[in-house]
Antibody, heavy 119, light 107 residues
Framework: QGQLVQSAAEVKKPGSSVKISCKAPGDTLTSHAFSWVRQAPGQGLEWMGRITPSFDIAKYAQKFQARVTISADKSTSTVYMELNGLRSDDTALYFC????????????WGQGTTVVVSS | DIQMTQSPSSLSASVGDRITITCRASQEIRNAVAWYQQKPGKAPRFLLFAGSRLESGVPSRFSGGGSGTDYTLTITGLQPEDFATYYCQQYFSTPIFSFGPGTKVEI
């Protein structure tokens, strides 16, 4: 199925932005959709948004609509998630996950990227 | 938005037990539900989709069922490696998704 490889952990100041990458194998980018899911310490999974690179269409959870941008670079098979206006409660493990274009279950997951927001 | 709830939030079980986790959606989701297993510090593992269809490579002791708003994940013959947290996810409202809060299965 192939792996999704995410970028390294980040430490950020409150109010700043973070941009995390997720590299997909081969030519899978245009045949799938990619979601970002986060998990705060000791908490459950929270879906943030999804991009369908073949159509360049991104959809976001209402909670994150104003602060998140998900993008894709087909030339490098990489998906990105940028979160602005970071707060301490954005400290979490962020996952990218692959799904079907027409269906929403996520069959392949990245290893996760830890983002710590601290002054 | 479709809200997902799970019960119980945690349960204690023994190796060999049969356990059932329930997931309830705030509206009809027509079997558009997936289940995931997660161990601490690891990425979730995809188990089932369409309510009852097992992902390739997932042991047959895992099964899913349900309809309408109520869905179940059953593990028959719990194994040591099954102690983990389980999440349901609805994808009826694709491309907008939501997860349940999780059920922790403990020894």
């Amino acid at each position: 199925q192939g792996q999704l490889v995410q970028s390294a952990a980040e430490v950020k100041k409150p109010g700043s932005s973070v941009k995390i990458s997720c590299k997909a194998p081969g030519d899978t980018l245009t045949s799938h959709a990619f979601s970002w899911v986060r998990q705060a310490p000791g908490q459950g999974l929270e879906w943030m948004g999804r991009i369908t690179p073949s159509f360049d269409i991104a959809k976001y959870a209402q909670k994150f609509q104003a602060r998140v941008t998900i993008s894709a670079d087909k030339s490098t098979s990489t998906v990105y998630m940028e979160l602005n206006g970071l707060r301490s409660d954005d400290t979490a493990l962020y996952f990218c996950a692959r799904g079907g274009i027409m269906v929403g279950y996520m069959d392949v997951w990245g290893q996760g990227t830890t983002v710590v927001v601290s002054s | 938005d479709i809200q997902m709830t799970q019960s119980p939030s945690s349960l204690s079980a023994s190796v060999g037990d049969r356990i059932t986790i329930t997931c309830r959606a705030s509206q009809e989701i027509r079997n558009a539900v997936a289940w995931y297993q997660q161990k601490p510090g690891k990425a979730p593992r995809f188990l089932l989709f369409a309510g009852s269809r097992l992902e390739s490579g997932v042991p047959s002791r895992f099964s899913g069922g349900g309809s309408g708003t109520d869905y179940t994940l059953t593990i028959t013959g719990l194994q040591p490696e099954d102690f983990a947290t389980y999440y349901c996810q609805q994808y009826f409202s694709t491309p907008i998704f939501s997860f349940g809060p999780g059920t922790k299965v403990e020894i």
